[in-house]
């Protein structure tokens, strides 16, 4: 375990302008520290063969820099934990990589690096039943005692989270921007029970803004971290496909859930399951890959639809029976149930309430997974 005073001079390196994380492995191998380089003289540096002239310009201005100590202290009262190649806590898995990350800012934990790591990513913009389905693998994962890993995105990142919340597992956020900062805004809600409960993580420094060239270099550390990733709907051309090349650079395991051929969202992760990627159609599929015991005790869907059709009116079912994870238009299901206007608006009403239904856009409803015990 490093000290305090060598882990400012980490800081102080991994915050040089121009200086990527292999050429401050190449200066570590002829420096042996930070401090070291801190110490060195202009003529040392360029001895050492490594540097551009710009890059010493850079070192000798960071020397100068008062603002920089003051930064390393404000991490301590924002609560942010500083985790260097050095420490032992870095994670083991990320040790491993290419361009690894020279240091990482943390709020929270980091997760237990015993237990499985299975990353979920996927589309921002995902239909109801990716977020759906998303939800169920996460939460299923987390019961089985696995560490879910996203980046926080709308959409499937946000759903794998949350999933692994609600079960009381751990889930880490791989953030493209500074760990004080919550992006998007609009998942400060789960941020916060993720600084609380799991963990969020950097290699950017605290206040950095996401920027649009961050999030490839940040899906790096999201695959590195993990065992798995899961791919849940993905178009051709996505960030989770440049994550899922990652991983299997990285000697990781990926899979797929594969989605209808006529649907854009599923094309991605279509193509993977034809270029050998593993299909996840249950979380029992993660779970044989992974070799874990499968104790979730869930009960089948068809048990499960069961218990929520025998609370249901006559009406009710009739509407839970004609819905599924597919959105489905007011028009069709008025067409399929033969009921009137009146008792279909009053009994999906009756069913949003009940969280059996959910109206994922104006007029278009869809079965939820969501238990109707205590309802």
């Known amino acids: 375990m490093i000290n305090e005073d060598e882990k400012f001079y980490w800081f102080w390196m991994a915050n040089i302008p121009g200086l990527g994380n292999l050429k401050m492995e190449k200066l570590l191998s002829v420096f042996d520290s930070p401090k070291e380089l801190y110490r060195a003289q202009e003529k040392a540096l360029r001895a050492s063969n490594i540097l551009k002239e710009k890059d010493i310009e850079c070192i000798s201005e960071m020397k100068k820099n008062s603002i920089i100590y003051k930064e390393y202290l404000e991490l ?26 020279v240091c990482l800012y943390l709020k929270g934990k980091l997760p237990d690096e015993k237990k499985h790591q299975v990353a979920i990513v996927g589309a921002r913009a995902c239909s109801e039943y990716g977020k759906q389905t998303t939800y169920q693998i996460a939460k299923g994962l987390a019961m089985a005692g696995i560490n879910v890993i996203s980046g926080m995105a709308r959409g499937i990142d946000s759903a794998g989270h949350k999933g692994a919340l609600a079960a009381e597992g751990f889930t880490l956020g791989v953030l493209a921007g500074g760990v004080d900062v919550c992006y998007p805004r609009e998942n400060i809600e789960i941020y916060s029970q993720m600084c609380e409960h799991g963990g969020i993580l950097s290699e950017y420094p605290p206040g950095m803004q996401p920027l649009s060239c961050h999030f490839p270099l940040r899906n790096r550390i999201i695959s590195g971290l993990s065992d798995v990733v899961v791919v849940v709907e993905a178009r051709e051309k996505s960030g989770s496909l440049i994550t899922a090349d990652m991983a299997l650079e990285q000697n990781r395991t990926v899979m797929a859930v594969p989605g209808r051929i006529c649907d854009a969202l599923s094309s991605g992760c279509n193509n993977l399951i034809k270029m050998g990627a593993g299909v996840v159609c249950d979380v029992e599929d993660i779970l044989e890959i992974l070799n874990c015991e499968i104790f979730l005790n869930k ?3 068809k048990e499960k639809n069961k218990k929520i059709m025998n609370l249901l009116a006559r009406e009710e079912k009739m509407l839970y029976s004609c819905l599924d994870l597919t959105p489905k238009n007011l028009n069709i299901i008025l067409e399929e149930t033969g009921l009137e206007m009146s008792v279909v608006m009053e009994n999906l009403v009756s069913l949003e309430l009940k969280g059996a239904i959910k109206e994922v856009s104006r ?10 015990e205590g309802k």
Do not use: C, F, W
Request: glycine share 2%; no cysteine; aromatic share 12%.
């Open 76 to 101: 301590k009262k924002k609560k942010i934990r500083l985790i260097t190649l050095a420490d032992e806590e870095y994670p083991y898995r990320l040790k491993q990589i290419y361009d690894r990350p």
């Open 299 to 301: 009960p089948e869907p």
């Open 363 to 372: 007029g278009y409803y869809v079965r939820t997974r969501i238990s109707s």
